[in-house]
């Protein structure tokens, strides 16, 4: 048996990566490893640490330093460890002192689920290069973000492996199709293309609204967008705003702007006959 640290957003935090790391942990214990989750606000987890900035990057090492775990997990995010806005030289420092906590693990495994790659560039870059090279193995959930990773970063491409997304996936909906469309209040001869997540800029929401345009106009088709902006940064409420005035003006476009559970999400998916992801990055 092994003695595993997971450090992560954790439920019940309003997070997908709480989401995704809450299953994880219990598919890890189900093969019968000892699992501490650390997580950086209050939660579900059985430790707390502050994980924000430099001095956040520093307490996480000398956590693993005293913990002597066989390996450490961490869901990555860059708002995680990374101020909004943070300065080129607060980058350099914080990517420093998660070096230094990645390489304070016995063995450390990081699952990618966001970058900005343009930070791997040039001299400023140097500092997080040197961090992603502390780490044994990076997990990513597509090709191309596999070949951009180890572009971006000078890695080893041993080192960037793909894992499924959703290997570890539990079904939170019992409800057939039907059934689910009902509850949502979709007729069965509506054609209901669905895009579903946290609102950000990147994820393009409003290029499938520009692209669902006139065609409400042809017969029962719906798009549908359901999420809520994950943090209060106000580029996020300000693209919010942009979208529902886009979806007010488009005939059968509907924007579903609050949190929704895991039930509720995968009935969604399970009534629609189409995702949409129209992502810019």
Do not use: C
Not at 250 to 265: C, I, K, M, N, S
């Amino acid at each position: 048996m092994s003695r595993l640290l997971i450090v992560t957003p954790y439920a019940p935090s309003r997070d997908g990566i709480a989401a995704y790391a809450v299953q994880q942990v219990a598919a890890l214990r189900a093969e019968g490893h000892q699992v501490t989750v650390l997580s950086p606000g209050p939660s579900a987890a059985h430790e707390h640490l502050a994980l924000l900035g430099r001095r956040g990057a520093l307490s996480l090492a000398k956590h693993i330093r005293a913990g002597r775990y066989d390996r450490v997990i961490v869901q990555f995010h860059p708002d995680l460890f990374y101020p909004i806005g943070a300065s080129t030289l607060d980058r350099a420092q914080i990517s420093a002192g998660l070096a230094a906590a990645f390489a304070a693990a016995k063995r450390i495994e990081v699952y990618v689920h966001e970058i900005d790659y343009r930070h791997g560039e040039g001299a400023r870059g140097l500092p997080m290069r040197l961090m992603w090279r502390q780490v044994d193995v990076i997990h990513v959930h597509t090709v191309a973000e596999r070949a951009e990773f180890i572009s971006a970063f000078g890695l080893d491409p041993t080192k960037v492996v793909l894992t499924e997304h959703g290997k570890d996936f539990q079904q939170r909906t019992l409800l057939s199709r039907t059934e689910a469309r009902a509850s949502l209040g979709i007729a069965e001869n509506e054609t209901l293309f669905l895009s579903i997540g946290f609102i950000q800029e990147h994820k393009g929401f409003d290029r499938g609204v520009r692209a669902f345009a006139g065609l409400a106009d042809r017969g029962a088709f719906r798009y549908a967008i359901v999420g809520s902006v994950r943090v209060d940064e106000p580029a996020f409420v300000a693209y919010l705003r942009r979208l529902q005035a886009l979806v007010d003006s488009t005939p059968g476009a509907e924007l579903h702007g609050d949190f929704v559970t895991d039930e509720l999400f995968d009935r969604w998916i399970v009534a629609s006959d189409a995702l949409i992801l129209p992502y810019r990055a």
